[in-house]
C-alpha cells in the first residue's frame, strides 16, 4: 500500500475556496497512491481561533464534497484531514442520539473518503487543545475512537493534540488498528515533540503511524511540517525536512505489522487494561 502525506501550506492570504481547490488538484495528482492524507484544519488554519465560526460547516458542507469527488477522480482512499464542523446536538456525526435537545456545536471532524468517494468515517476530536481558550473552550468533544477498515488495513483516527494521550491510541490497536492517521496543526516551537511522540506512538503499539502537518503558518503561528511515516518497529520510512509545502510518501506492508508483533510480542505482556 502505497500511501502519501499531503503537507500543504496554509496562507492567510489565501481564501478557503482556492486554498480548497489547491488541496483538491493535489489529490487529484496522487494516483499513484492508495491512501491519501491532509492535515488537520487546513481550510482556516488550527490556530485561527476568530475564523471557526464563520469557517464552519455541515458533514457535507463545500469542504466534504470538494474532497469526495477529488478521491472519485482520483481513485484513492482519502483522509482529508479535518474541518470545523457545525452539528445538531444530536450525539454523533451524522447521525441520531441521545443529544442534549436544540442548538448546534463545533467540532473538530476528521473525514475519510473511499475511492468511490463515500465518506466511510467522521471522528470528532476527542482531546482539545488550548486548556483554558482557543480550540478547548470554542469547540465541543468528540466521545469515541474511530477506526476505518481498508483492504488489508484498519486505519486509527487521531487528531494532533490527541497525540500527546497514549490511551487513545492503545484502544484503536484493541480496535484492530495497524495504522494510525493523525493530521496535524502542530506549531514549530513543540516540533521535537511532535517527532518524539509519534514515533513512540508507532513503537509502543507496533504499528505505522501517519502523521500529517501543515505548512506556513496558521493565524500568525508558524508550522512545524515534519510529516512523517513511521513503520511498527519505529523507523521513520519518509519525513519532510522542514515546513515547506510538500508530498510525504512511503510503501506500508500490512503483513510487516503481524510480523514485528509476532516477533516480539509486547503486546501480549500488558497487565493493566
Known amino acids: 500500500m502505497r500511501a502519501s502525506l499531503i503537507q500543504i501550506g496554509v496562507d492567510g492570504d489565501e481564501t478557503v475556496e482556492a486554498r480548497r481547490a489547491r488541496a483538491a488538484s493535489l489529490v487529484r495528482e496522487q494516483t499513484a497512491s492508495d491512501l491519501v492524507v491532509l492535515p488537520e484544519l487546513w481550510t482556516v488554519g488550527a490556530f485561527a481561533f476568530d475564523s471557526f465560526e464563520a469557517g464552519a460547516e455541515p458533514l457535507d458542507g463545500p469542504t466534504a464534497r470538494a474532497m469526495s469527488e477529488a478521491a472519485r477522480e482520483a481513485r484513492v482512499w482519502l483522509h482529508a484531514g479535518s474541518v470545523v464542523e457545525r452539528a445538531e446536538h444530536d450525539g454523533g456525526p451524522g447521525g441520531t442520539g441521545g443529544g442534549t435537545g436544540g442548538g448546534t456545536a463545533l467540532y473538530n471532524t476528521s473525514l475519510v473518503f473511499s475511492p468511490d468517494g463515500e465518506r466511510v468515517a467522521a471522528y470528532r476530536k476527542i482531546h482539545r487543545f488550548g486548556f483554558d481558550r482557543g480550540e478547548?473552550?470554542?469547540?465541543?468533544?468528540?466521545?469515541?475512537?474511530?477506526?476505518?477498515?481498508?483492504?488489508?488495513?484498519?486505519?486509527?483516527?487521531?487528531?494532533?493534540?490527541?497525540?500527546?494521550?497514549?490511551?487513545?491510541?492503545?484502544?484503536l490497536t484493541d480496535a484492530g488498528a495497524r495504522a494510525l492517521v493523525i493530521p496535524a496543526g502542530w506549531p514549530a516551537r513543540r516540533a521535537s515533540h511532535w517527532s518524539l511522540l509519534a514515533r513512540a506512538r508507532a513503537v509502543e503499539n507496533q504499528a505505522y503511524v501517519l502523521a500529517c502537518g501543515t505548512a506556513g503558518t496558521h493565524a500568525g503561528v508558524p508550522q512545524a511540517g515534519r510529516s512523517a511515516i513511521i513503520d511498527p518497529w519505529g523507523e521513520t520510512l519518509a519525513e519532510a525536512p522542514d515546513a515547506g509545502e510538500r508530498v510525504v510518501t512511503a510503501e506500508l506492508d500490512p503483513a510487516y505489522v503481524d510480523e514485528v508483533r509476532e516477533d516480539f510480542p509486547v503486546l501480549r505482556d500488558r497487565v493493566l487494561r
Not at 468533544?141 to 497525540?163: N, R, S
Open 136 to 171: 478547548a473552550t470554542l469547540m465541543s468533544a468528540g466521545a469515541e475512537p474511530v477506526t476505518v477498515d481498508l483492504p488489508g488495513i484498519t486505519l486509527g483516527l487521531a487528531t494532533c493534540y490527541d497525540l500527546r494521550f497514549p490511551e487513545l491510541f492503545r484502544a
